[in-house]
């Protein structure tokens, strides 16, 4: 498990706007901790980050409690305890407001082209709303509470909208046709105990009952057949179910702790006629893939071909609820990453209150509890940067600029580092990789003058500068001669005569000044105490005058 740095969302629109730098506004980023040993520093670079959304949401948690949301990818819609409706921008500026229940909102539900929004509630009644007129919303009322809600994609031409209410019915409501433009309620189904959820994508309305998860075809006006839910999995009404459409003919659905991949396809000719013949539809339901979790599901989102799950556990009687997480999985329940989430009160939290909700091919994540509004973002090239330097990666740090596509003084954690290798190079050699270092002195070094002088002279503190020694650059870069001279006279005070003798061979005299050395050499000699000294350098200076 990971912290996760959560920054408001005013911060996270600047910095995607930007493309440069850590993210940035009136607050400062920060990190929480979980408290937990295994979520402290962890070595696995996230793949998604977290802001608040502040803004209006601030304002209406301090009187009211969000019960629900619904998202569209021009704004979302929260639903409260207190019955009301709140249309916000997608940074959690109010739009616009209705009051339309008596009782907490219990589901949302908005149109394709984000005109209406339809709420349901205990109150046994449905309201929608229209977002651009003035004009009252249009209720509906039922003898039973709505438990959810879903209206048509297309709902400004066709006025049509289904619900699940809390004693079994799901309750079809649509226009009349020709001369007569009444409104007919239809009960499609009933039966198998309360409508828990409902999604209406495209041609299909599917739901979930006590039993299973239900489809029913529009233009066709019929069932397809069901799927069950698999035994000993929670009871139906201890977590959400959740739908996630990825195409018109496919969705994921999750349902306490089992997945489901399910495709709706067209039978063959033979089987066609057979459905016709028998009054059935002439499609049927596919489970592709299936898994269950070791955890309980509390919302259901899809990040690029990975599950995004939310998953909050139920309290232990006499303790506090354990802290939520995000987890990435894929479609075979292989772990791709997991969050510790930082909620604020997740300890008086039951799975009942978190939502998770994310619009097909949006990188936005909308986590939702009673008091507020958590956005978790995939994160981008500056997060990577910013995370390996923070981490000290610094070999993947330089692999990431490695190869001239990126340049690290676009990133505000780098654009002051004259030498990003210099870090790798330095963190090499404290941990004592001295073969490493010297195989990547060039690399990392390049032809900067200045880190290839720093470098030199660390290599000599640590005592390793004759591993460096053959590395050194004689041009492209041609380094200050007092730099060749420091090199040599390293050599003759450590009496090194095979090496000395060897560079002062391949060097170009050019490079360095010979007097300067000659004289150091004349000045050793003097200094030493020693015969065998005397010579070591006697012997120095008597083959440099041959070389010569």
Not at 201 to 215: C, Q
Not at 418 to 445: H, P, T
Not at 496 to 519: A, R
Request: include cysteine; aromatic fraction near 10%.
């Amino acid at each position: 498990k990971k912290s996760s740095g959560l920054m408001d969302e005013d911060e996270a629109k600047q910095s995607t706007e930007s493309g440069t730098g850590s993210q940035s506004s009136a607050e400062e980023v920060y990190s929480y901790e979980t408290g937990d040993s295994e979520s402290e520093s962890s070595s696995e670079e996230p793949k998604l980050k977290y802001f608040r959304v502040t803004a209006s949401v601030t304002e209406l948690t301090k009187r009211d409690t969000i019960s629900c949301i619904s998202l569209h990818e021009k704004f979302i819609v929260v639903g409260t305890y207190s019955g009301s409706v709140h249309v916000m921008d997608v940074s959690g500026n109010e739009i616009r407001s209705f009051q339309n229940h008596s009782a907490p909102v219990k589901c949302l539900s908005v149109d394709a082209r984000g005109e209406f929004v339809a709420s349901c509630s205990d109150d046994e009644k449905v309201a929608i709303s229209s977002l651009y007129s003035e004009a009252a919303p249009q209720e509906y009322h039922f003898n039973s509470p709505v438990k959810c809600v879903a209206i048509d994609p297309d709902f400004a031409k066709t006025q049509r909208f289904a619900c699940g209410l809390h004693s079994g019915s799901l309750v079809f409501h649509k226009k009349g046709t020709l001369m007569f433009w009444v409104e007919k309620q239809e009960i499609i189904h009933c039966g198998d105990g309360p409508i828990h959820a409902i999604s209406w994508h495209d041609d299909f309305i599917v739901f979930a009952t006590d039993l299973g998860i239900k489809i029913y075809c529009v233009s066709q006006q019929k069932s397809l057949p069901y799927i069950d839910r698999p035994q000993h999995s929670p009871h139906p009404q201890e977590f959400r179910c959740h739908f996630f459409w990825e195409s018109p003919n496919q969705f994921i659905v999750a349902w306490g702790n089992f997945v489901k991949v399910v495709e709706i396809h067209e039978l063959n000719v033979s089987e066609k006629e057979r459905a016709l013949a028998s009054g059935l539809s002439t499609k049927t339901v596919v489970v592709m893939s299936q898994f269950s979790t070791e955890f309980p599901i509390s919302g259901l989102a899809l990040y690029e071909d990975v599950l995004v799950l939310l998953v909050c556990y139920e309290h232990e009687r006499g303790k506090p609820a354990q802290r939520p997480e995000l987890h990435l999985v894929t479609r075979t329940n292989e772990e791709v990453s997991t969050d510790g989430l930082g909620i604020t009160n997740f300890e008086n939290f039951v799975p009942h209150d978190y939502h998770l909700c994310n619009v097909l091919h949006d990188s936005m994540y909308y986590i939702v509890t009673p008091g507020e509004i958590v956005v978790a973002q995939p994160c981008t090239k500056v997060d990577h940067v910013t995370w390996l330097l923070t981490h000290q990666k610094y070999e993947a740090l330089v692999e990431f600029f490695e190869d001239g596509k990126e340049d690290s003084r676009d990133y505000t954690a780098t654009k002051h580092m004259e030498n990003i290798g210099d870090l790798f190079m330095n963190q090499m050699l404290a941990n004592k990789e001295y073969e490493k270092a010297v195989e990547n002195s060039r690399r990392l070094y390049k032809r900067n003058v200045k880190s290839w002088e720093n470098g030199i002279y660390l290599f000599a503190r640590l005592g390793q500068l004759e591993l460096l020694i053959p590395h050194i650059p004689t041009s492209n870069p041609t380094l200050p001669s007092a730099v060749y001279e420091f090199v040599l006279k390293h050599l003759l005070d450590n009496k090194n005569s095979e090496v000395f003798l060897n560079i002062t061979t391949v060097w170009p005299q050019t490079i360095y000044n010979d007097e300067t050395i000659t004289s150091y050499i004349a000045l050793k000699l003097t200094e030493c105490t020693e015969p065998e000294d005397s010579k070591v350098y006697a012997s120095i200076m008597a083959k440099m005058h041959i070389g010569r």
